[in-house]
């Protein structure tokens, strides 16, 4: 019955009566064990985007993905009408969940609206693209639609009916790719995307990113356990190799009074070989000290892999020898791809979007491990070729 009415509704009305319809008859039979988003890159400022729909009525959000970003934070200063808003209450469970900075009580309008109510709790969002915190962030709940899948193809719709997110003022959508209204955060707490999909619907703390290096074809995120298969019929979760995650201390995004640990995911590098000689670089970079620093960090917030100078140098001249034989053009394409961060960056390496892109990364949050394929090229595949024809 209710596939028939969406059908009618289909013709007749918006697409959002479609996602309504096709929800409320899976909310009571179905339960999904994996759940996958879209992901491209933009042409312009190579940030991979994905859509999600939020909201009563139901829109569809435009944001940018955050691997290490604690929140899924958005813009809700301009354009955002929801009769499903609720600002998360001081001391409730969803604070707690938030680790929340402060406790407020808005008065800058006269009016509650979404973010500005009273006896609400305040998280950090950050924008990592113009690198700035924002300490006011309204913690809220609403309505979030996602596909499930069972990793051949995305399946039915289903609901997360008090998804925590952030609410903040336009001015931290700065930098974003056009029409983005903010950031799909895929840290490592407990109101990032993965734990809170996790939560609702009791599958395991993981994820698993395979970014596509083309600006017209769809790579994917997907939350919950494999398979991951990408056509033609490659179950490309066999390819994982596996490496612990570390944990920083401290991280952007958080208040260190809070004295909570990171959200972002770091690898232990040890050394670093080019051509399978070992380039010389300084051991304490790559170890994360005791305020945060150093070690090595993955992150979507940068484009290319960002090394500190004497890290930097070191690669660039080992890849320069090690080029001396190969075409000129070549060795501009690879070298592009690294950049010089300074002498003195809070991280010390930041493995950038390019280097992981067709590569399937999975993300262990519960047990700390990263599992990585290389490239999927090799296994004569590519992160666009999951089968994003829906089976629902
Ligand atoms: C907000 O206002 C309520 C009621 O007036 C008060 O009990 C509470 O302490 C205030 N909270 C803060 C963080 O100021
Ligand atoms: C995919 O590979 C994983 C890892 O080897 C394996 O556990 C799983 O059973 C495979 N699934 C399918 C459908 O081939
Ligand atoms: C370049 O290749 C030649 C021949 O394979 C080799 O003799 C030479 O050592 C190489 N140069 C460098 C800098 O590796
Ligand atoms: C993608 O999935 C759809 C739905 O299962 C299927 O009909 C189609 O043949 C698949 N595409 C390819 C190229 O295998």
Same mark, same amino acid.
């Given at each position: ?47 991979? /985007? ?7 009525? /139901? ?41 929340? =900075? ?14 500005? =109510? ?11 693209? &113009? ?18 899948? =069972? ?37 490592? =707490? ?120 004497? &890290? ?23 070298? /592009? ?11 010390? &390496? ?10 399937? /990364? ?31």
């Amino acid at each position: 019955m209710a596939s028939k009415l969406c059908n009618v509704f289909h013709f007749l009305l918006y697409s959002h009566f479609l996602l309504f319809c096709s929800i409320s008859s899976a909310q009571t039979s179905f339960s999904p064990k994996a759940l996958v988003l879209p992901v491209i890159k933009d042409l312009s400022t190579s940030q991979y /985007l994905t859509q999600i729909s939020q909201r009563t009525l /139901l829109v569809p959000v435009k944001l940018s993905i955050h691997l290490g970003g604690q929140t899924l934070w958005v813009d809700c200063e301009h354009g955002f009408t929801s009769s499903t808003y609720w600002s998360a209450i001081c001391g409730s469970p969803q604070c707690t969940i938030a680790k929340p =900075n402060t406790c407020s009580n808005c008065t800058s309008t006269p009016t509650p609206r979404p973010g500005c =109510n009273k006896n609400a709790c305040l998280n950090t969002p950050e924008n990592p693209f &113009i690198n700035t915190l924002y300490d006011g962030g309204e913690i809220a709940e609403d309505i979030v639609l996602i596909q499930s899948t =069972n990793g051949y193809n995305p399946g039915q719709v289903v609901k997360v009916p008090q998804f925590i997110f952030t609410c903040v003022p336009t001015f931290l959508t700065e930098g974003l790719a056009s029409g983005v209204k903010g950031t799909a955060g895929l840290g490592r =707490n407990g109101i990032a995307l993965p734990s809170q999909f996790a939560r609702a619907f009791g599958f395991a703390r993981k994820f698993a990113m395979c970014l596509s290096s083309s600006t017209s074809s769809r790579g994917a995120v997907f939350f919950g356990d494999g398979p991951y298969v990408m056509l033609p019929n490659i179950n490309v979760s066999k390819s994982l190799i596996y490496t612990p995650l570390f944990i920083s201390p401290f991280g952007t995004g958080y208040v260190p009074y809070l004295n909570e640990p990171s959200s972002e995911y770091f690898i232990g590098v040890k050394a670093i070989n080019v051509n399978g000689k070992a380039v010389p670089v300084n051991r304490k970079l790559l170890a994360i000290d005791k305020r945060g620093n150093g070690g090595t960090k993955i992150s979507t917030g940068k484009a290319y892999t960002v090394m500190q100078t004497s &890290i930097y140098n070191a690669v660039s001249k080992a890849f320069a020898e090690g080029l001396s034989n190969v075409s000129r053009v070549n060795k501009d394409v690879i070298c /592009l791809a690294f950049v010089d961060g300074g002498l003195n960056p809070t991280k010390s &390496i930041v493995i950038g979007g390019y280097q992981i892109e067709d590569n399937l /990364l999975q993300f262990g949050i519960a047990n700390s491990r990263l599992g990585f394929s290389s490239s999927l090229l090799f296994r004569q595949t590519t992160c666009a070729n999951f089968n994003f024809t829906s089976q629902a």
